[in-house]
């Protein structure tokens, strides 16, 4: 891992994190909100970039990644499990998450705001427990920059998604996507 | 007692500058949010008791601008763009990287942008010195905002609504909607049960009253 910032991360993998040959991970915000204690929590195959990428897990969460991707400035949000096939390009400023993290209710969502400020952590509130979908990124999916793909979203190989698009149900194989909400409006 | 001027923990070699008033209770991730603050005091940023400011949160305060950020609140990455006022209450979530202004910082007129474009070469520090119109924000309690949300200036956001992640909010929003996309529109109404329990740092109570000790 070539580690380019003059900052806060150590610049060390984890040590449950599988990294395959050939394969790199840059940015100092990489592992910054690591927090799997499931082994391996990270399985990235061989040949991958991983530029300046967020892999931002909960105590739960396990993402495999196949081989021969390339993600750019890409946010991994992870509260149970994501997985993505190989020959998967992820444009800039794209999110992947497989919760919504925080309560739609509002009184389930002010218990969540208390638990997680930091006088509720040191109080050691519990957090509500919100509901996941795991999302499954096929081979040979190209996704574009800015795109949020959310919760129990699963994307068909070769599918190409447009920028911009927000991904809130799934798509077949071949799918060419756009819009927020995603509509299919091709086939590639 | 506010924070020290040099957070303990900061990674950028900065200073908090005087007119950011944090609160001993609050988190602040670093002095680097404020590299865009201009703001004067007795205050131009305020942090509010148990309030969290991660990431590259930006405050771009102008001189007359004044952002509060109230107790519980938290955010990470949000853009603060202020010249006159944006507050947001208690207990509120702002996804990563929100936008949140009270001004464009530009004139909307060509001629006058141009002006406006032309006097950021003579700056110092090169900048923006907002004289665009303004309109103040408010976001109220309880209020989550969604990844990349954009609030436009004039908005108030009520109590308990949810703005969906990539909106971009023209109108006010009504407390307890939901609402969605560019130009965002209401989709549903929340429900709340008044009475129902919230474990807080200060006890169990209904939530009608689980916010009252922090107004």
Redesign the interface.
Same mark, same amino acid.
């Given at each position: 891992m070539s580690d380019q910032s003059s %900052?806060?991360a150590d610049g060390r993998v984890p040590s449950n994190v599988r990294v395959g040959r050939g394969s790199v991970i840059t940015g100092p915000d990489a592992f910054k909100r690591f927090r799997t204690t499931r082994d391996p929590g990270l399985v990235i195959g061989a040949n991958c970039t991983m530029d300046l990428t967020h892999f931002s897990f909960q105590p739960d969460g396990e993402v495999t990644i196949g081989d021969w991707c390339v993600f750019a400035s890409v946010?991994l949000m992870c509260e149970e499990r994501i997985t993505i096939g190989s020959h998967v390009a992820i444009g800039w #400023?794209t999110?992947v998450m497989d919760a919504d993290f925080?309560p +739609?209710? *509002? =009184?389930q969502?002010? $218990?969540d705001?208390? $638990?997680?400020? *930091?006088? %509720?952590a040191a109080?050691q +509130? *519990?957090r509500p427990v919100v509901p996941t979908g795991p999302v499954v990124i096929e081979d040979d999916v190209w996704i574009g920059p800015g795109c949020?793909v959310f919760k129990g979203v699963r994307i068909g190989a070769g599918s190409f998604v447009e920028p %911009?698009s =927000?991904l809130t149900a799934s798509v077949p194989p071949r799918s060419r996507v756009v819009g #927020?909400p995603a509509q299919v409006v091709g086939a590639v | 007692m506010p924070l020290p001027r040099r957070l303990p923990w900061d990674w950028w070699d900065g200073l908090v500058p005087e007119s950011a008033v944090l609160d001993d209770e609050c988190h602040v991730e670093s002095s680097y949010q404020f590299l865009l603050d201009r703001s004067e005091p007795p205050y131009g940023v305020r942090v509010h008791r148990g309030a969290s400011v991660h990431g590259l949160t930006a405050f771009d305060v102008g001189p007359e601008g004044v952002v509060t950020f109230g107790a519980y609140s938290v955010t990470n990455g949000t853009q603060f763009v202020c010249d006159e006022e944006i507050s947001v209450g208690c207990c509120s979530m702002l996804g990563w990287n929100a936008v949140i202004m009270d001004n464009r910082r530009v004139p909307t007129d060509p001629l006058l942008r141009r002006a406006v474009l032309e006097s950021v070469a003579f700056s110092r520090p090169r900048r923006l010195l907002g004289n665009a119109e303004t309109a103040p924000v408010h976001i109220g309690s309880n209020v989550w905002i969604g990844f990349d949300a954009v609030v436009m200036p004039g908005v108030t956001v009520g109590d308990g609504a949810v703005v969906g992640a990539r909106s971009v909010v023209w109108a006010d929003v009504e407390p307890y909607s939901v609402v969605v996309g560019n130009p965002a529109r209401l989709v549903r109404h929340l429900s709340v049960d008044e009475r129902a329990g919230v474990l807080t740092p200060f006890g169990r109570r209904p939530y009608s009253q689980a916010l009252q000790p922090l107004r």
């Open positions: %900052g806060w946010v #400023n999110y925080h +739609l209710e *509002p =009184v969502r002010l $218990a705001v208390f $638990a997680i400020s *930091p006088v %509720g109080q +509130l *519990p949020m %911009g =927000v #927020n | -």
